[in-house]
C-alpha cells in the first residue's frame, strides 16, 4: 500500500517517496512522582520471659542395694515467687535381677510443686532402658529450689543402677 493523490478527481498512486528526515531531538524528563504514604508498623518482637537457666549431669554408672532413695543428680536454682521452671530430665536404669524386682528412679524437688506429683519410673529388666520427659514446677517459693534424680530397688534382692542422668531447668517469668 503506497501513498495516493488526488488527480482529476480520482486517486493516482505517488512513486518515488523522499528519503527520511533527521532524528528529532530529546525529549525533557518528566516530573519527579509524589512519596508514597508511610507503611503501618509491625508487630513487637519477641521478649524473653526466661530468668535463669541451669544443667547437672551424671554419665557413669551408680548402683545401690538399698530399698530407700539414692541421689544420682541434684541441682539448685534461685527463683522469684512470679516464676515458673521447666524441669527437663533423663537417664537409663536397670535391675540386676528379674525375679519380681524393679529398678525405680523418682524426679523430685525440695521448694517445688510439679503439676501432677513427681515424675516416676520403672525398669525390670537387666538391661538399661532410656527415660526422658519434663516436669513444670509451679511453686511460688522464693529463694532456693532444688531438683534431684534419685533411684533404689524395689525389694530385697539384686541391685539398682543408673546412668546418663541429667537435670535441665529454666527458669520463666509469668
Known sequence: ??????????WV????????GPQGIQGIQGIQGIQGIQG??????????VRSMNEATSTGESSTTSNSDTNKVTLSIDTISNSRVSVLY?????HSNTNN?????TVSGTNANFV???????????SYERF?????????????REYKIAFRRS???????IRNAYLVVIEMSV
Open 132 to 144: 526422658h520427659g519434663n516436669a513444670l514446677d509451679i511453686s511460688s517459693h522464693v529463694g532456693t
Open 13 to 20: 498512486p505517488i512513486s518515488g517517496v523522499g528519503a527520511a
Open 155 to 161: 525389694t530385697s534382692n539384686g541391685s539398682a543402677s
Open 90 to 94: 533423663g537417664f537409663e536404669i536397670k
Open 101 to 105: 524386682t524393679t529398678c525405680i528412679a
Open 40 to 49: 503501618i508498623q509491625g508487630p513487637a518482637g519477641a521478649s524473653s520471659d
Open 1 to 10: 500500500m503506497g501513498l495516493k493523490i488526488r488527480k482529476d478527481g480520482e
Open 116 to 126: 501432677g506429683g513427681n515424675p516416676v519410673e520403672t525398669n525390670k529388666d537387666t
